[in-house]
């Protein structure tokens, strides 16, 4: 016969049950906070591979710097942006956005950063581009900012088709809000119309490629679009926060988010699309229609009215 365990011996076993569950709990919650300052550059111990013979053979060391894009070879496209300080504003070759980039898949792009008055520095970082890690373009990490007077040569080869932009990567919150950024676009669509949408809120007025109000996809008004003609627009919210996008005058379709394809696409209709971020949305328009953007801004291919932005969004 068993005998029942003294009430002591109970009391025990349960304090030794909660602390065993509340003991690692507690240890997880004060290792995963955030300290109260720390030091970016101490990185803690670096480990350089090779196990603890030769933890200390510090001869494998390299330099981010050194992690280029092909060093020779004459580019496909090359360029050169210079960067400006004007007013609030901040421009590439005197404009903002800056030049539209294009590129074939594979090809060698070879963009010149010259900073003629940014007085902070620059750097042209590739968002979303698998690049090299030395011409990412992240100040402070992969290289210094470019300071006034200097100019700095980002090289490589675009390994995927799709939708990117640049933009500055110092002082971003000023510098790619006034402006220095612009669209990439590798490879090209075989729709009639190819388009880049490129968002961008400047001193809280909402724009399409710089411009507030209605813009014209085809830079032309007026004629509706030839039957079965099909139009790609290349939506880029370069603003730090989320925007919707809606469609109005037929249904419409997702092509490629973040420069990634969508499988099968389907019609959407009544659906509003939430861009994060620094996203990019490929849409596919089948004729005449009207993409809003939010804050009165919107491209329009043919005349088609606006219609009330749809309560729900894409994939609610
Ligand atoms: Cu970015």
């Known amino acids: 016969m068993r005998r029942p365990l003294r009430r002591s011996t109970r009391v025990v076993i349960a304090v030794v049950a909660t602390l065993a569950v509340l003991g690692p709990l507690g240890y997880l919650w004060q290792d ?11 990185m803690g111990t670096m480990d350089f591979g090779g196990g603890p013979a030769a933890a200390h053979a510090h001869g494998d060391e390299f330099s981010v710097a050194a992690l280029t894009g092909p060093s020779t070879g004459k580019p496909d496209v090359s360029l050169t942006l210079t960067a400006r300080k004007e007013g609030k504003r901040y421009t590439l070759n005197g404009a903002t956005p800056g030049p539209q980039i294009h590129a074939r898949r594979g090809q060698l792009l070879q963009v010149t950063l010259v900073n003629e008055s940014v007085p902070d520095g620059v750097t042209l970082h590739w968002h979303g581009v698998d690049v090299p890690n030395a011409e990412d373009g992240v100040a402070g990490v992969t290289q210094d900012a470019v300071r006034v007077g200097e100019r700095h040569v980002y090289r490589f080869t675009t390994p995927d088709e799709g939708t990117y932009w640049y933009h500055s990567h110092q002082v ?8 220095l950024f612009g669209a990439l676009v ?3 669509s075989a729709a009639e119309v190819d388009e880049v949408v490129a968002v961008h809120t400047y001193d809280g007025k909402r724009t399409i490629n710089g411009a507030p109000g209605v813009s014209s996809l085809t830079g032309i008004a007026g004629p509706s679009p030839s039957p079965g003609a099909v139009a790609r627009v290349r939506v880029i919210n370069t603003d730090a926060g989320p925007i919707r996008l809606w469609v109005s005058g037929a249904p419409y379709r997702v092509v490629a988010v973040d420069g990634h394809a969508v499988y099968r696409p389907s019609d959407i209709s009544d659906k509003s699309v939430l861009v994060t ?4 949305v490929d ?17 329009v291919w043919g005349s088609v009215p606006s219609a009330p932005q749809p309560r729900a969004d894409l994939d609610e």
């Not at 971020?277 to 990019?280: E, L, V």
């Open 283 to 299: 849409l596919s328009l089948p004729g005449a229609a009207r993409v809003d953007v939010g804050g009165g801004a919107a491209a």
């Open 186 to 188: 590798v490879g090209a």
């Open 277 to 280: 971020a620094g996203g990019r």
């Open 172 to 179: 971003s919150h000023s510098q790619v809000r006034g402006g």
């Open 32 to 42: 995963s906070l955030v300290p109260g300052t720390y030091d970016m550059a101490s």
